[in-house]
């Protein structure tokens, strides 16, 4: 069932992972509100299962993941599976950090967004969770 | 079956989806309060207010541990200001009770305050109807951190623990703001800090020559990081207090009373506003060429609205 709501677009900006590098989740949540997006922050070191569980409570589009710690082929996937076991299909699942063209195109396949790399125009992360969050709330 | 029949079953995606409905406001969040309105009123709600800062979101998950260790499943709604300007806002109380949010017992949702007044979102007391309605016996309500206009939560918690720090200002600056008169608890939190033991010690006497009103604060010192023990034995006084001579039923009856007031206000003034359109514009203008004052053309403006 895809979420009811009309108003502001909603994102969950969690850190994966052990690394404490938050600064790059800190710059997103705030562009993401300064777009007009309401963005829960939840911090370092969340677990997949952490994430899920605040993604269904909050209800949110979008679920960004900030994680550098280079686990990103287990852990996207594995958020990717709960969310979809919780009921959160249409849930967007992005993010950023260091990661090879080869494995985005490997993440691509198993139901995750585009993600971005260091240096991305927050602008271009913006038009492109509104795009998707537009077409998914229209059920497509 | 309905969304109603499913967050009444406990569902928790229906709940969530449930609230974002309620936020949304109109004709569906209005059938779905409905629905579940015979269910509403069994959980205890308490409200934590207080300037930015001073700790309400870690002594939010403290009380949440206390409740947790007792048994009790806990709904918390956590209100983050909207910004004016683009709407968007950042919802930073989650952040701070992480390891408790963890636990399935725990339900926690952010609401950005969208333009509503006194410390919370308009849809925060409909978001504490429906997680009462969803069977959590306990909810707890975080106000935004402004300071001088979280009144709005004594309407909606049976009780209210205002929590100050040592750097949040004197008793005088609690005073102006109208805290003391809307706290059933008083929490001095980051009881460590310098100045703490003082400002427990004004705030005792300030309460002491506010007029009567039954219940008497109780002034508590904590340090939430280590927990909420003081604030979490005098919630437990206020609410053995209410539990006597009908008190809640009383306290419960003016606060929805309040809201009903506040939305028929709202809701009046939308109708006839709507009714008389140019209005407000007219009177602008004028006032702007220095016809009248703001005070006679809004005086002007109802009577033409009301004609």
């Not at chain 1, 996207?76 to 249409?90: E, K, Q, T, W, Y």
């Not at chain 2, 979101?57 to 009380?63: D, I, P, R």
């Not at chain 2, 809201?259 to 008389?276: G, K, N």
Request: hydrophobic letters at 45%.
């Amino acid at each position: 069932m895809t979420s009811a709501r009309s108003g502001p677009i909603r994102v969950l900006v969690a850190k994966a992972g052990l690394d404490g590098h938050d600064r790059g989740a800190k710059v997103v949540a705030q562009s993401l509100r300064d777009a007009g997006m309401e963005v829960v922050y939840t911090g370092l070191r969340q677990t997949p299962e952490q994430i899920a569980k605040a993604a269904l409570e909050e209800d949110v589009d979008v679920v960004g993941l900030s994680l550098h710690s280079g686990a990103h082929m287990t852990l996207f996937p594995r958020v990717r599976a709960l969310l979809d076991a919780a009921g959160l299909a249409h849930v967007l699942l992005t993010g950023g950090g260091i990661i090879p063209d080869e494995d985005r195109t490997r993440l691509g396949a198993m139901g995750v967004g585009r993600l971005f790399g260091p240096g991305t125009a927050t602008r271009e992360l913006i038009e492109y969770i509104r795009g998707e969050v537009e077409r998914r709330r229209r059920g497509e | 079956m309905s969304e109603a029949d499913a967050i009444l079953r406990g569902e928790r995606g229906a709940l969530a989806r449930g609230l974002s409905i309620v936020e949304g406001g109109g004709a569906r969040a209005v059938e779905l309060l409905d629905a579940i309105s015979a269910r509403v009123g069994r959980a205890r709600r308490i409200g934590v207010t207080g300037p930015p800062g001073v700790g309400k979101s870690t002594l939010v998950a403290a009380l949440v541990r206390r409740f947790r260790a007792r048994g009790a499943r806990v709904g918390v709604v956590a209100v983050d200001p909207s910004s004016p300007f683009h709407g968007g806002a950042l919802l930073g109380d989650r952040h701070r009770m992480s390891e408790e949010a963890r636990d399935e017992g725990v339900f926690v949702r952010s609401l950005a305050t969208r333009g509503g007044l006194g410390g919370l979102s308009r849809a925060a007391p409909d978001a504490l109807d429906l997680l009462d309605a969803a069977g959590f016996p306990v909810l707890l309500v975080e106000t935004v951190g402004v300071g001088q206009t979280e009144v709005e939560v004594a309407a909606t918690a049976d009780s209210v623990a205002v929590v100050l720090s040592p750097e949040s200002g004197d008793a005088v600056q609690a005073m102006k703001a109208g805290l003391l008169e809307i706290a059933d608890v008083v929490c001095v939190n980051k009881s460590d800090r310098e100045g703490a033991e003082a400002l427990a010690a004004e705030l005792e006497s300030a309460l002491d020559a506010a007029p009567p009103r039954g219940w008497r604060p109780p002034v508590v010192l904590t340090r939430a990081l280590d927990g909420a023990e003081p604030l979490d034995d005098a919630l437990e006084r206020h609410a053995a207090w209410l539990g006597e001579e009908g008190r809640l039923g009383d306290r419960r009856r003016r606060g929805v009373r309040a809201r009903i007031e506040r939305l028929v206000a709202r809701l009046v003034a939308d109708r006839m506003l709507a009714s008389a359109p140019g209005v407000l514009d007219r009177e602008a203008d004028d006032v702007c060429a220095g016809r009248r004052s703001v005070l006679h053309g809004a005086s002007r403006a109802a009577e033409a609205i009301l004609r």
